[in-house]
């Protein structure tokens, strides 16, 4: 069995407006090892929410895949419809073809920010989960909804044989995620995607989801792709990070190194930016700033040459970074970063 | 932050306060119960401080925040305010006309820059309306007023033309701080202002709220669940819990030695940005407790490590412990809690 669950390589995911081109995702390569986690850090804008709609082939009209591979590399359960070779290239699947469907929601699930949104308003919760299950494996209705008040259970809703009942309205925000995870958890996928699922959430809440998520993924030994914004949420659940900006990966390597050894110029910015509980410990009564990048997320119409970042970028080589695009430098085990400044 | 004035009596100070919506059932529409969103809160903020408010869903701090600046009538309590104008007045209990002159000097800026701006109107529309109301000024005065704002906010005066689709997250939040300028108050609610944003963008609005707030001398009731922001931000820190204030203390003391349980798990929840694996983590159970049927006694009973029989039976007064330290707990005197010293230590 290979290490990597997913090779993602040169993926360009574009959408083509009236008004130009969005480069969404723009050449990204990433590598999602089996039964690990890997986090996606980066602001609006960068790709991330598309980079994973794009692998569940969910990626709306216009957009389109352009170019690249997604290499799934498979093990063939007992319970499937069907058997699937042991890769595959998601990108060459047809979206709505049987291949796609066997995957999606039962290979490779997906939880999102908004639990509201991921769920119908009108059906209960437990209607919402047996279909997924009645969809991908061969039991009768009795026998899913006895899977699914297992799966409720299994992700701590308090009372799941009435909570498979209720409408989602009737649940707080934190235990609609938690039917949410059921729901996708209850194929046994290989792969969980979540896009920021608990932003939405209130702190303690989130560190029981984040809590309940690092116990799943070891109960159920499958891989993670977290997707956030938030750099503490990273350092909590991630053991590999990759660092996006405008459709593209800038850095990765592991947890450790991006917290205490960041390289590219936008991750060290990030870090510096975010206001931090030991600062409390140095107060004094100035007034203390906090450092900021300058300017903004450029236009996404807009196709700079060379280095994305160079306009916001503190270290900028003139002539190098606004001309040549930089390519990606493997700096040590396992740390890649895409920066002219460590060119030799 | 800026030094707080020297001025020896607050600006704002807010008594017994209370806010209950009725539950209405039935054909007949009877009161079956009250939502109790706010109930008794008590607090008073100096010139020039910023006081920090947070809490969860549901905890009432943003429906404090709303009753405080009359966009919603309290229940009962007094909010006693040091107008510019009218002078010391209970904000609670003016009448329309009095409230127009406080609505100059005690503005509040939202958390969703997506929807806080009427899509409909322009840049100077949207900053303009607020001194048009108020007949503060007209014609080329109003553009110049509005040019002087939208140039103290970060934004270019050239844009003023613009809708608000032409902007982003950040530049609308700058909108609506400019709308909240405007009319030149002394007094700012800021309901979750950089919640919405991206990290980069938070820092920029965050400094932003700090350089006004010592060029123009304002005051600041910041309102959030982020205690990484109030730590920063806030002078003065209070937290809420399903309508109750339970903890107040300057933000040193609060982060240092927090002395009501749910403030430590508050803390102990945060997921700091930091890799080493976390030994003494508070987890709460449970969910948070329902206002408009809470529990007997102490709200927080049912969630707390710490709770005894006092504490399902009676409701613990909001005291003094420390100078300027206060809190809502029976155990508060004997409980040795987790502060930001032993969580940064893992």
């Known amino acids: ?344 | 932050m800026t030094n707080p004035a020297n001025k020896s009596e607050p600006l704002l100070e807010v008594q017994d306060l209370k806010k209950y919506f009725p539950i209405k059932r039935g054909f007949f529409k009877r009161v079956v119960g009250h939502v109790k969103a706010v109930d008794d809160i008590n607090l008073h903020i100096m010139e020039g401080e910023t006081l920090g408010m947070v809490g969860e869903s549901g905890c009432g701090k943003t429906t404090a925040g709303r009753s405080i600046m009359r966009a919603i009538t309290p229940s009962s309590g007094k909010v006693m305010f040091r107008d510019p104008i009218l002078g010391l007045v209970d904000v609670a209990a003016l009448d329309d006309k009095d409230l127009m002159h406080v609505r100059r000097s005690m503005r509040m800026i939202f958390q969703d820059p997506y929807a806080s701006l009427n899509p409909r109107m322009t840049i100077l529309d949207i900053v303009g309306a607020p001194l048009r109301a108020m007949g503060l000024f007209h014609g080329k005065q109003l553009e110049d007023r509005v040019a002087e704002i939208l140039d103290l906010v970060g934004l270019r005066p050239e844009y003023m033309r613009r809708y608000p689709h032409a902007f982003s997250g950040g530049q609308r939040q700058r909108i609506g701080i400019a709308r909240a300028l405007a009319p030149s108050p002394t007094f700012i609610v800021c309901d979750e202002p950089v919640s919405a944003l991206d990290v980069s963008v938070q820092a920029q609005i965050l400094n932003l709220l700090q350089d006004l707030q010592g060029k123009l001398g304002l005051t600041y009731l910041f309102v959030a669940h982020d205690l990484s922001v109030v730590a920063h931000i806030c002078n003065r820190v209070s937290v809420m819990y399903v309508g109750k204030m339970v903890e107040l203390a300057p933000t040193r003391d609060l982060f240092v030695s927090p002395l009501h349980p749910y403030t430590e798990a508050l803390m102990s929840a945060i997921p700091l940005p930091d890799p080493r694996p976390r030994t003494k983590r508070v987890l709460l159970s449970g969910e948070v407790a329902n206002p408009a049927s809470p529990p007997s006694g102490c709200y927080f009973h049912p969630r707390c490590s710490y709770c005894q029989d006092i504490c399902k039976t009676e409701e613990p007064a909001f005291k003094e412990l420390t100078p300027g330290h206060f809190v809502k707990c029976h155990r508060a005197a004997e409980l040795n809690l987790t502060g930001v010293s032993e969580i940064l230590e893992h």
């Open chain 1, 1 to 344: 069995m290979t290490e990597n669950l997913i090779e993602i390589k040169n993926l360009r995911t574009y959408f083509h407006l009236a008004e130009g081109v969005v480069r969404a995702v723009d050449g990204v390569d990433l590598n999602i090892k089996r039964k690990k986690t890997l986090g996606i850090v980066g602001e609006s804008g960068c790709g991330k929410s598309m980079m994973s709609l794009s692998l569940l082939r969910l990626v709306p009209s216009p957009g389109k895949i352009e170019g690249g591979e997604i290499l799934y590399h498979h093990t063939v359960h007992e319970n499937q419809d069907n058997a699937l070779s042991s890769v595959v290239d998601i990108t060459k699947l047809d979206p709505m073809g049987k291949e796609m469907r066997s995957i999606r929601g039962n290979q490779i699930s997906m939880v999102f920010q908004e639990p509201m949104t991921a769920m119908s308003p009108i059906l209960t919760i437990g209607r919402q989960i047996t279909e997924v299950i009645t969809l991908h494996q061969k039991v009768n209705q009795a026998e899913a909804r006895n899977r699914a008040i297992e799966m409720l259970a299994r992700v701590r809703m308090p009372k799941p044989e009435r909570v498979i009942d209720d409408y989602p309205f009737q649940l707080s925000g934190g235990m609609r995620q938690r039917a949410v995870i059921a729901m996708a958890l209850c194929c046994q996928p290989q792969m969980l995607i979540a896009d920021e699922p608990t932003t939405a959430l209130d702190v303690t809440t989130e560190a029981q989801i984040l809590q309940l998520m690092r116990d799943l993924q070891e109960e159920f030994g499958m891989a993670i792709l977290y997707i956030t914004h938030n750099l503490g949420v990273i350092a909590e659940i991630a053991e590999e990070v990759a660092v996006m900006y405008l459709g593209k990966v800038v850095e990765q390597t592991d947890v450790k190194s991006i917290f205490y050894q960041p390289l590219h110029p936008y991750t060290r910015a990030l870090l510096q930016s975010i206001p931090q509980l030991k600062d409390v410990l140095l107060r004094h009564d100035d007034a203390r700033r906090l450092q900021t990048i300058k300017g903004m997320i450029p236009d996404p119409y807009q196709h700079l040459k060379g280095c994305p970042f160079h306009p916001r970028c503190p270290e900028a080589i003139l002539g190098v970074c606004d001309t040549v695009e930089p390519k990606v430098i493997q700096m040590g085990e396992g740390h890649i970063v895409r920066c002219h400044l460590y060119d030799k």
